[in-house]
């Protein structure tokens, strides 16, 4: 919906001319919808917040391996890094 609005209005731009009120209005609407498109997009993760999680992730695979063989103590459940 947002790509359609600014697609009329570059459209309505290109029918103004430069130096006139309409064509600077336009350009606003432009601008606005740009910035709503980026806000759109998803924001990618960071390499700390992935490292973090998988090495939870080992943590917790090796824990459960252990308590396997061996009686896990209340200890063991410190290391793993809980979420702030």
Do not use: Q
Request: hydrophobic share 45%.
């Amino acid at each position: 919906m947002i790509e359609s609005e600014l697609d009329r209005a570059i459209a309505a731009m290109r029918s103004e001319m430069l130096n006139s009120e309409e064509y600077a209005k336009a350009l606003g609407r432009v601008e606005r919808l740009h910035g709503l498109l980026d806000n759109d997009k998803p924001k990618t993760l960071s390499k700390e917040t992935i490292l973090t999680v998988a090495a939870n992730l080992v943590g917790i695979i090796l824990i459960l391996r252990h308590e396997n063989v061996n009686v896990i103590t209340s200890k063991a459940l410190a290391f793993v890094v809980r979420p702030r």
